[in-house]
């Protein structure tokens, strides 16, 4: 009889522990579907706000005139016309432009990427004497807003030529030899980009390889430039876009040099094939036009860039 009843006891537990346990697990697997519904709601949001923008401008860059005046129109043409492409291709003179600005941006993003991955070293892995003054003119040199450098600049620029005779302004120098002296667009966030990466590579592995008989070069080669093939990409693509869309400084140093797309972009209301009285359309069409090479860029190396941000370093000594 006692044993009996000690059976129905247990066997009462054991049911009441399990109900327990079913109620706590439907409870947490409802707390974690609540916590997906939202993070994914605010993920759509976030893609919404980046990606409307787009999405509008693919749909003006394909109306027509008398759809763009049509106030019942809001996303969708009622008469579908690739004419604006064909207008800002002519305006922005394709492909010229586009290879100018291709080499271009390219020559300045492997200076910058050059430069920002030995200053990044050097402030990662030297201690000398005024590291930190230049440290903080580093972050200085970021926050001073362009328009206050570019006087400066012009005049350094300006007493070269009166010292030696030679043109530089108006020519590819000024902002390549910027770019390869740390004064390039953005440089100061490409060298902290390098400056963190390389302060998580033990430091262990360059003792390592100065024991083997490596020195200061070697051992940035072997060491440090071996093991941050994905930052050495995500500075160089950063680079990339940021030379891509300067305008300020490049109308300033190279002028008219080299025909660059966003400069086409920028003067693509005077030119004779957009000069209607509404423009817009064409407007939307040259900008996706001017957008698209890094549309594509980032889709090529989209795998390798989301790899480089994500990426750590070695952790552990």
Request: proline share 3%.
């Amino acid at each position: 009889m006692a044993s009996n009843l000690k059976d129905k006891v247990k066997n009462l537990n054991i049911d009441k522990v399990k109900n327990y346990s079913f109620a706590k697990f439907k409870k947490l697997k409802a707390v974690n579907i609540i916590s997906k519904i939202a993070i994914y709601f605010v993920l759509i949001c976030i893609g919404y706000v980046y990606l409307k923008p787009i999405f509008e401008m693919v749909s003006k860059s394909i109306m027509t005139t008398a759809d763009l005046i049509d106030p019942s129109i809001t996303w969708l043409a009622k008469h579908f016309t690739m004419s604006n492409f064909v207008a800002a291709v002519k305006a922005l003179d394709i492909p010229t432009s586009l290879i100018g600005s291709i080499w271009f941006s390219g020559l300045l993003a492997v200076a910058q990427t050059l430069v920002s991955a030995t200053t990044g070293f050097a402030l990662s892995r030297y201690t000398f004497r005024g590291r930190n003054f230049w440290y903080i003119m580093l972050i200085l040199a970021f926050i001073l807003p362009v328009p206050l450098l570019t006087v400066p600049r012009i005049m350094i620029f300006e007493t070269f030529k009166t010292l030696t005779g030679i043109q530089l302004l108006n020519t590819i120098w000024p902002q390549f030899l910027m770019s390869l002296l740390g004064q390039g667009t953005y440089s100061t966030m490409l060298v902290l980009i390098f400056y963190n990466f390389f302060n998580m590579i033990p430091k262990s592995l360059d003792e390592a390889a100065m024991i083997d008989g490596a020195g200061s070069l070697k051992v940035f080669y072997h060491v440090a430039i071996r093991l941050s093939t994905a930052t050495i990409l995500v500075v160089f693509l950063f680079s990339f876009v940021f030379n891509w869309n300067e305008t300020y400084t490049t109308s300033t140093m190279l002028g008219d040099a080299v025909e660059l797309l966003p400069t086409q972009l920028s003067a693509f209301g005077s030119s004779p094939e957009t000069q209607t009285a509404v423009n817009e359309a064409k407007r939307m069409a040259a900008t996706l036009i001017s957008i698209l090479p890094l549309l594509i860029l980032y889709g090529v190396v989209q795998k390798q860039f989301i790899q480089g941000i994500e990426n750590t370093g070695i952790t552990g000594e």
